[in-house]
Structure formats: C-alpha cells, structure tokens
C-alpha cells in the first residue's frame, strides 16, 4: 500500500498566484480529510469529505479557499489568489470505517511558501 | 464542543528516562482518544487510540497511554526514551456517537520530545 500521496511536497509561489495543492488517498477510504498546519495556530481541520462529497466546510479559512474530489481516488485544494499568510504545511488524510471508528492516515504534506 | 489541551509545548528527557507527555481533553460523551507522531517533516502516524474496554492502551514503539475518565486525561508514556522516539506528538479527541460525528479529530496544540544523549 503505498499510503496517501500528496503533490508537491514544496511550493514556493508570490503573493497573488494560485496554488493547487493534490491528493490521492488510500485505495477504498470513503473520508478524505484536508488539514493546514502553523506554528501560530497548530493542525485545523479545513474541510473533510465523504464518498468524494463535501460534508463539512467550515474551517476553509475564507473564499480565496476551495476544494475538490472528483472521483475516489483524487482531491484538490486550490488557493486563488495566494497570500503570505497561506504559508503552512498542508495535510491530506484519509479514513475507511473500523468498528465505528475512522482512523486516519495522514499523508506526507505540502510545505507552501508565499512570497 | 471538544478540545484538547497538551500540557508542555516541550518536553526534553534524557535517552534511557521516562517519558510522561499530557494530554486532557473535554467531551461531553466518552470520547475516543489517539495519540499521533510526527517525525521531522513527515506527516502524523497513530501511536495507539482508545475506543472502548481496557483503559490502557499499548501502542508502537513502547508508548503506551491510560484513560482516566475521572481526571478526563489521557496521558502518554514510555519506560525508557530512545534518541529515536525525538518528535512531536499530538493528541486528539473524537466525539462519537453523536450523528455520525465520530469521523472529526480534534487535536491539540502538540509536544515536542527532545531526547538528549
């Protein structure tokens, strides 16, 4: 199995740019988790799905956010445009259902650096 | 609403000591509760969780961790540190049982463990 991929692992970008962040999850999870990571703020939970579904949105920070899945086996954060506030580690996990509980497995990250 | 409180943004052991990181965390229904890793710039990998039955749990690596409900405190431990187990570890909360919510994970802020030689 080869876990959750994310893509890139670094991104450099200026201020005003758009940025879009990939995932693949583990083959067969139904949840797909999006999280970003500061110093400032630590791990918040942005946006999760359930069978490529959008189910919770509410920590998306604010417009300039989005998010997709279009099938099982893809998903996208975009940023457009760009701020140096953006700049964290962003992280994809994802879920199957075990005896009620969902565990998840996180993915390696994206570091993001807006300039 | 849950949340999780770490106590010690760092901890710092040395190699062969006990290792205790904190963890408290308020729910209004028995939580389920994880102890994740993260190894310098990689992402978190699950040490072990608490779901249901025994109190203590045992997970990877000789980490093991204990439910208190009384205390609502679920405290990590290693016997002995190794320069190896030098990371951040974070705990997180799950609210089950309420509409499905069981999927969500609060975590805290994290605890760096440094492990000196």
């Known amino acids: 199995d080869a876990g959750v991929i994310q893509s890139p692992r670094h991104e450099v970008t200026e201020m005003g740019q758009e940025v879009t962040l990939r995932c693949k999850p583990i083959s067969g999870h139904d949840y797909l988790f999006w999280y970003r990571q500061t110093m400032m703020r630590g791990l918040e939970l942005l946006i999760y799905f359930n069978n490529n579904v959008p189910i919770d949105d509410s920590g998306m920070p604010e417009d300039r956010f989005s998010a997709k899945m279009p099938n099982a086996s893809f998903s996208t954060l975009k940023i457009q445009p760009s701020e140096p506030r953006d700049s964290a580690v962003y992280f994809c996990?994802?879920?199957?259902?075990?005896?009620?509980?969902?565990?998840?497995?996180f993915g390696p990250g994206t570091r993001l650096t807006v300039l | 609403a849950q949340s999780v409180t770490q106590l010690g943004s760092h901890v710092s052991v040395s190699e062969g000591a006990l290792v205790l990181l904190r963890c408290n965390y308020s729910s209004s229904v028995p939580p389920y509760l994880f102890w994740y890793v993260q190894y310098p710039n990689q992402g978190l990998q699950l040490l072990l969780k608490y779901t249901t039955g025994a109190t203590l749990v045992k997970g990877i690596n000789g980490f093991e961790a204990e439910f208190k409900k009384s205390e609502t405190s679920f405290h990590l431990t290693k016997p002995s540190a190794h320069m190896s187990d030098a990371a951040e570890y974070f705990c997180?909360?799950?609210?089950?049982?309420?509409?499905?919510?069981?999927?969500?994970?609060?975590f805290g802020k994290g605890t760096l463990l440094t492990v000196n030689p």
């Open positions: 996990a994802s879920s199957l259902r075990d005896r009620g509980f969902y565990e998840q497995f």
């Open positions: 997180a909360v799950s609210d089950h049982g309420r509409g499905g919510s069981n999927y969500k994970l609060t």
